[in-house]
T-cell receptor, first 114, second 113 residues
Framework: DGGITQSPKYLFRKEGQNVTLSCEQNLNHDAMYWYRQDPGQGLRLIYYSQIVNDFQKGDIAEGYSVSREKKESFPLTVTSAQKNPTAFYLC?????????????FGPGTRLLVL | AQTVTQSQPEMSVQEAETVTLSCTYDTSESDYYLFWYKQPPSRQMILVIRQEAYKQQNATENRFSVNFQKAAKSFSLKISDSQLGDAAMYFCAYRGSGSRLTFGEGTQLTVNP
């Protein structure tokens, strides 16, 4: 089955700790995205990548880092510099070929701070 | 910068009835795409319907249809014959040039049996 997987489903972070959220897709999509969702708010873009070895900051990149070494994978690291990391994190992917470039989403990871 | 506004934080509808969710957006671009996504309690984001701005015909997907008013920058979602499984948070989203999506704040839809 083609799709987007995110792991883990739940993640706990201690103060001062870096944690990495996994996102993998087998849809052969070029572009991948990371969003943060807080209660009562819409999704906010953290980082996105349209091609391997290249990525751009979104609206709330501070305290986060990403890499794109493989087309299928786009891991997100929440660093200790992110002072309020508790949120729901969604990964998405899309083709880059003009047109609507519809984004399809993974099931999400909930990050909680201990 | 583009903004997307959903003015109805919560809506409710009786099962089998019709409900309309509102969305307005602000843009200076002429070519863009609009989307409605559904987020059920599982929190998985599911594409409901999309509309290309250059198309005058409103998009339809089974019980879901949109009323796209380009001049008014309005993009409402109509759900006909509402079902219990339609209960979810609904997000309107905009994509202009580039790949970035801009989301509204969402409308929580309750379906009453």
């Amino acid at each position: 089955d083609g799709g987007i997987t995110q792991s883990p489903k739940y993640l706990f972070r201690k103060e001062g700790q870096n944690v990495t959220l996994s996102c993998e897709q087998n849809l052969n999509h070029d572009a991948m995205y990371w969003y943060r969702q807080d209660p009562g708010q819409g999704l906010r873009l953290i980082y996105y990548s349209q091609i391997v070895n290249d990525f751009q900051k979104g609206d709330i990149a501070e305290g986060y880092s990403v890499s794109r070494e493989k087309k299928e994978s786009f891991p997100l690291t929440v660093t200790s510099a992110q002072k309020n990391p508790t949120a729901f994190y969604l990964c998405a992917s899309s083709i880059v070929a003009g047109g609507p470039e519809t984004q399809y989403f993974g099931p999400g990871t909930r990050l909680l701070v201990l | 910068a583009q903004t997307v506004t959903q003015s109805q934080p919560e809506m409710s509808v009786q099962e089998a009835e019709t409900v309309t969710l509102s969305c307005t957006y602000d843009t200076s671009e002429s070519d863009y795409y609009l989307f409605w996504y559904k987020q059920p309690p599982s929190r998985q984001m599911i594409l409901v319907i999309r509309q290309e701005a250059y198309k005058q015909q409103n998009a339809t997907e089974n019980r879901f249809s949109v009323n796209f008013q380009k001049a008014a920058k309005s993009f409402s979602l109509k759900i006909s014959d509402s079902q219990l499984g339609d209960a979810a948070m609904y997000f309107c989203a905009y994509r202009g040039s580039g790949s970035r999506l801009t989301f509204g704040e969402g409308t929580q839809l309750t379906v009453n049996p």
